[in-house]
């Protein structure tokens, strides 16, 4: 998202850059000072009024587009590991099974509807997907996914990827953390573009 982000802000300055150059900043200031230099006053403080409202507008946009992004710390879903017994409190829509050893189960849970939930090998030595294993279609508001596998100290095997309905994305390693064991830790959450443009909306 950051150098989506950064790509097009490189890009539109490089079109207002060129646009500028091409007409020439100096005439530009003059053509528009020469403009508006024999209107009336009336029509002075209309154009300043219009100018002003389309500055605040862009500095509300910007703002909410900055407040969308500081708020990603509160997004979450729910993570539950189970060894020695099943969970009662759940609505298990679907399970899957991850690998040979599958004496924990991991209950996701979603807060929110989510589009799709993807299954991957881990490839450690590039942080990235490995081989797909399992796709789950849509996931509806609180209701939860069984995943058998086995949680390693170490190196994770395997990683979850999903879309909520808000097209904000999620990526979970399905590994013990190395700093208090809990499998919520290895939770990241993040917005893309169309889930900043659907809250700027919303």
């Given at each position: ?125 590039n942080d990235r997907n490995g081989t797909p294993l399992y796709k789950h279609g849509l996931l ?29 994305k999620g990526r979970v390693l399905l590994g013990e953390n190395g700093k208090n064991g809990l ?20």
């Amino acid at each position: 998202m950051k150098y989506v982000t950064f790509s097009l802000i490189s890009i539109v300055i490089f079109i207002i850059g060129y646009i500028l150059g091409y007409l020439r900043l100096e005439n530009l200031l003059h053509r528009i000072i020469s403009e508006y230099s024999h209107l009336s006053l009336v029509s002075l403080i209309g154009f300043a009024s219009s100018l002003i409202t389309l500055l605040l507008f862009v500095m509300y946009i910007l703002g909410r587009i900055i407040l969308i992004k500081k708020m990603e710390v509160t997004l979450l879903e729910s993570l539950k590991v189970c060894r020695d017994n099943e969970l009662d409190d759940v609505e298990v829509v679907e399970e899957f099974t991850l690998g040979e050893n599958n004496s924990e189960v991991v209950y996701l849970t979603s807060d929110e509807p989510m589009r799709y939930i993807k299954f991957y090998e881990y490839d450690f030595m590039n942080d990235r997907n490995g081989t797909p294993l399992y796709k789950h279609g849509l996931l509806k508001n609180g209701y939860t996914i069984k995943i058998n596998t086995y949680l390693t100290c170490g190196i994770p095997n395997y990683l979850i990827e999903y879309q909520r309905f808000d097209y904000v994305k999620g990526r979970v390693l399905l590994g013990e953390n190395g700093k208090n064991g809990l499998i919520i830790e290895n939770l990241e959450i993040k917005h893309t573009l169309k889930s900043i443009i659907y809250y700027l909306i919303k």
